[in-house]
C-alpha cells in the first residue's frame, strides 16, 4: 500500500459525460500529480499541482482539468467523455519536487461507452 | 526532452533464476533520476528502486539491483532469485532537476515460470 488512494476504482459512463476523479496523497506530500495510461499511449503525464498551486502541465486535453485542495487533495474532471478517454487514470504524489520518488496510487479505471 | 527505451517487450524466466530488464536512456539533463516500477495484472504501480545520475553506487533494494551505467546511458534492473510474484509489467522511468514529470517506457512483460 503506497499510502496513496484513489476513489472511484472504476467508472464506466457514456459519452458526452463529466466524471470526477479524486485523489488524497500520502501525509506529508505537498505534490500530486496525474498519469494517464493507455493501450495506444502508454504512460502519459497529464498535470502536476505542488501546494495547491498548477507546477507543470503535460499532454492535457482541454477538455481534462485538475485541482488541488487546501487539504491536499485533488480532483481531475474529464468532460464532453469520448471512446477515446477510456483508459487507467493514476495519481502518484511526492514529498515536493525536483528527484523525489513519486508513489502512486491503485488508479480508476473509466470504461466510456 | 526525454525518452526511456525499453527493447524486450515479454521475457520468461525460469522460477529462482536471475533475471535482467534492460533500459535505456537519453536526456540532455545534467542531473536526473531513474526510476523503476511494477505494474501486476491487478494494476497498481509499486515503486522499486531509484538511481540517482550523481550516485557512486548502484542502488539495491532487498533482490532489486539497479546496474547504472552512466556513459552507456542504460539503468537495468536485476532481479535475484525471482518468484512467481515476480510475474507482472515492469517500466522503467526518469526524470530531470526541474523537470517535474515521469517519462516512462513501454514496458517489458515478465513471467516467471515454475
Known amino acids: 500500500d503506497s499510502g496513496v488512494t484513489q476513489t472511484p476504482k472504476h467508472l464506466i459512463t457514456a459519452t458526452g459525460q463529466r466524471v470526477t476523479l479524486r485523489c488524497s496523497p500520502r501525509?506529508?506530500?505537498?505534490?500530486v500529480y496525474w498519469y494517464q495510461q493507455s493501450l495506444d499511449q502508454g504512460l502519459q503525464f497529464l498535470i502536476q499541482?505542488?501546494?495547491?498551486?498548477?507546477?507543470a502541465k503535460g499532454n492535457i486535453l482541454e477538455r481534462f482539468s485538475a485541482q488541488q485542495f487546501p487539504d491536499l487533495h485533488s480532483e481531475l474532471n474529464l468532460s464532453s467523455l469520448e471512446l477515446g478517454d477510456s483508459a487507467l487514470y493514476f495519481c502518484?504524489?511526492?514529498?515536493?519536487?525536483?528527484?523525489?520518488?513519486?508513489?502512486f496510487g491503485p488508479g480508476t479505471r473509466l470504461t466510456v461507452l | 526532452a526525454q525518452k526511456i527505451t525499453q527493447t524486450q517487450p515479454g521475457m520468461f524466466v525460469q522460477e529462482k533464476e536471475a533475471v535482467t530488464l534492460d533500459c535505456t536512456y537519453d536526456?540532455?539533463?545534467?542531473?536526473?533520476?531513474l526510476f523503476w516500477y511494477k505494474q501486476p495484472s491487478s494494476g497498481e504501480m509499486i515503486f522499486l528502486i531509484y538511481?540517482?545520475?550523481?550516485?557512486?553506487q548502484n542502488a539495491t533494494e532487498g533482490r532489486y539491483s539497479l546496474n547504472f551505467q552512466k556513459a552507456r546511458k542504460s539503468a537495468n534492473l536485476v532481479i535475484s532469485a525471482s518468484q512467481l510474484g515476480d510475474s507482472a509489467m515492469y517500466f522503467c522511468?526518469?526524470?530531470?532537476?526541474?523537470?517535474?514529470?515521469?517519462?516512462f517506457g513501454t514496458g517489458t512483460r515478465l513471467t516467471i515460470i515454475p
Open positions: 538511481q540517482g545520475s550523481y550516485d557512486q
Open positions: 522511468a526518469m526524470r530531470g532537476f526541474g523537470n517535474e514529470k515521469l517519462t
Open positions: 499541482y505542488y501546494n495547491g498551486e498548477e507546477r
Open positions: 502518484a504524489s511526492s514529498v515536493r519536487t525536483a528527484l523525489d520518488t513519486q508513489y
Open positions: 536526456t540532455s539533463d545534467p542531473s536526473y533520476g
Open positions: 501525509s506529508g506530500d505537498l505534490s
